[in-house]
């Protein structure tokens, strides 16, 4: 069993940044390809950006990419989600999220139902 825990999202101005972090525990970390997903209401879960379980690959979607980064430390069993640029189509509900493979790869996946672990959830708002 793996457990993850976002840090607190906040209360942002268009156009500024914002790091979120995940730590993991349980299980093994380094074995976990790595998601970040967002879900604002009455939407479904969008999928943001992958890592492997190495830092070799990383994957983003076509409407975040160039202002979203997903880095990890291994030794300290944790995924981060670097945003700039905030716009107004990013405020959601951000997860992280562990596919646990049981051995290093660099396979990643988009898709909601390939991770097995999920945070809490935490809430990113932009300010009008």
């Known amino acids: 069993q793996v457990q993850l825990v976002e840090s607190r999202g906040g209360l942002l101005q268009a156009g500024g940044s914002l790091i979120l972090s995940c730590e993991a525990s349980g299980g093994t970390f380094a074995w976990c390809a790595m998601g970040w997903f967002r879900q604002a209401p009455g939407q479904e879960r969008e999928f943001v950006s992958a890592?492997?379980?190495?830092?070799?690959?990383?994957y983003y979607p076509y409407s975040v990419k160039g202002r979203l980064t997903i880095p990890r430390d291994n030794a300290k069993k944790s995924v981060y989600l670097q945003m700039n640029s905030l716009e107004h189509e990013d405020p959601a509900v951000y997860y992280c999220?562990?596919?646990?493979?049981?051995?290093?790869?660099?396979?990643?996946?988009?898709?909601?139902?390939?991770?097995?672990?999920w945070g809490q959830g935490t809430q990113v708002t932009i300010s009008s």
């Open positions: 890592i492997s379980t190495t830092g070799a690959r990383t």
């Open positions: 999220a562990a596919d646990d493979f049981g051995y290093e790869t660099d396979l990643i996946y988009s898709a909601v139902n390939k991770y097995d672990y």
